[in-house]
C-alpha cells in the first residue's frame, strides 16, 4: 500500500504560478512513475505530467507543456508540479498517483494509487 497526500491547491488570478507537492508513504520502493492528474467540474480525469522515479524522465500533456513542471525529492518521497502561467481552463481538482507496475501507462488514469486531490482556481 502507498499512501499519497497532496497539498497546495488555491485561488489564483490567470497568469499566476502555484506549486503543487504530494508526500508518498508505505511500500514506496515500487514506485516507477508518479504523476498529476486533474478533473474540471463535468469532465473525465485527464492526465497532466509524469516523471519516472528513479530515471527522473518527465512527460507532459500538451496544454501544459512549457508552463508546468514536474519534479521530485527523493529524499523527502515528494513529488512536486510547478504551475505557471495559469489559465482559468486550469481550473480542476488535482491528483496525485503512483504507477506501482513497471510497464504501467504512466498517462492511464485507470491504474496505480490516488490521493485525495487539491483544488486548483484559477480566476479570470
Known amino acids: 500500500q502507498v499512501q499519497l497526500v497532496e497539498s497546495g491547491g488555491g485561488l489564483v488570478q490567470a497568469g499566476g504560478s502555484l506549486r503543487l507537492s504530494c508526500v508518498t508513504s508505505?511500500?514506496?520502493?515500487?514506485?516507477?512513475?508518479m504523476g498529476w492528474f486533474r478533473q474540471a467540474p463535468g469532465k473525465e480525469r485527464e492526465f497532466v505530467a509524469s516523471?519516472?522515479?528513479?530515471?527522473?524522465?518527465?512527460y507532459y500533456a500538451d496544454s501544459v507543456k512549457g508552463r508546468f513542471t514536474i519534479s521530485k525529492d527523493n529524499a523527502k518521497d515528494t513529488v512536486y508540479l510547478q504551475m505557471s502561467s495559469l489559465k482559468p481552463e486550469d481550473t480542476a481538482v488535482y491528483y496525485c498517483n503512483v504507477k506501482l507496475q513497471p510497464y504501467s501507462d504512466y498517462r492511464s488514469v485507470s491504474s496505480g494509487s490516488w490521493g485525495q486531490g487539491t483544488q486548483v482556481t484559477v480566476s479570470s
Open positions: 508505505g511500500r514506496t520502493s515500487s514506485r516507477y512513475f
Open positions: 516523471i519516472h522515479w528513479s530515471g527522473g524522465w518527465t
